[in-house]
């Protein structure tokens, strides 16, 4: 499927104006293109606990589950300048599962895959592995 990166980066710039972040004042906007070809979009929303903040990859994985699930093609992010910004870790792990190794994500220098920014990643993979030895034993 054709990504159209502009259309996405506008999206996840849309989102930023609508991330809740009395606390931090960094807006986090966040669009990934399901292989279904809707959008699916997240932002930020902090927490006075603010250890219970969810991250804007957080509030897109919700969206595309709940409309329906699948598969993101490709993924981007951005601050409340409209720069392209690197998911957190936490988030890299959350995209992962959704998106595999060969999911686009746009970075600071360049539009790059999953693996390239969570090498040696922990999936589900690794659960069946530990399934299978159990069965053995
Ligand atoms: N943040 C995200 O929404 N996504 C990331 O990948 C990095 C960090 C948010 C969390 C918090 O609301 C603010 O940015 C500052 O860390």
Redesign the pocket.
Known sequence: MNVDWDELRRRARELTKR?Y?P??H???G?AGLAEDGRVVVG????NAGYGV??????GLISDLVAGGGGRILAFC?VDGSGET????G??RQLLWEHGGPDMLIDTPVGITTMTEVLPQAFGVDNLDRVAHQQEKS
């Open positions: 991330a972040v606390y931090s960094f807006p986090v966040a932002c930020n929303v902090e903040t969810l991250c804007a990859e957080c992010c910004i690197m998911p957190c936490r988030c």
